[in-house]
């Protein structure tokens, strides 16, 4: 079992810069996948950026690409998503999420709100 929790939301202007970070307790961190996803108001939760265990890959959405960086550090059992150049359609609340093979473990979220 994986217990994560996001911190490092909050409200931000257009063009400013945030940092999320999810912490991991529990299980063998270096085993998962880490991912950041994100839920507007009315839309689906959709994928933002994941990195692999072993840190050789990583992988952001269009819409964000450039503008957010994901990274993560297996001695600190910490996941990071860098954001900057932040827009109003940026404003989400942001899961971590946690996968391995059949195991999947989500956060509880930290709420994003940019203002235009």
């Known amino acids: 079992q994986v217990q994560l929790v996001e911190s490092g939301g909050g409200l931000v202007q257009t063009g400013g810069s945030l940092r999320l970070s999810c912490a991991a307790a529990?299980?063998?961190?270096?085993?998962?996948?880490m991912a950041w996803h994100r839920q507007a108001p009315g839309k689906e939760r959709e994928l933002v950026a994941r990195?692999?265990?072993?840190?050789?890959?990583?992988y952001s959405t269009d819409s964000v690409e450039g503008r957010f960086t994901i990274s993560r550090d297996n001695a600190k059992r910490t996941v990071y998503l860098q954001m900057s150049g932040l827009k109003p359609e940026d404003t989400a609340i942001y899961y971590c999420?946690?996968?391995?093979?059949?195991?999947?473990?989500w956060g509880q979220g930290t709420q994003v709100t940019v203002s235009s």
């Open positions: 529990g299980g063998s961190f270096s085993l998962y996948n």
């Open positions: 999420n946690a996968r391995f093979h059949s195991l999947n473990y």
């Open positions: 990195i692999t265990r072993n840190i050789d890959n990583t």
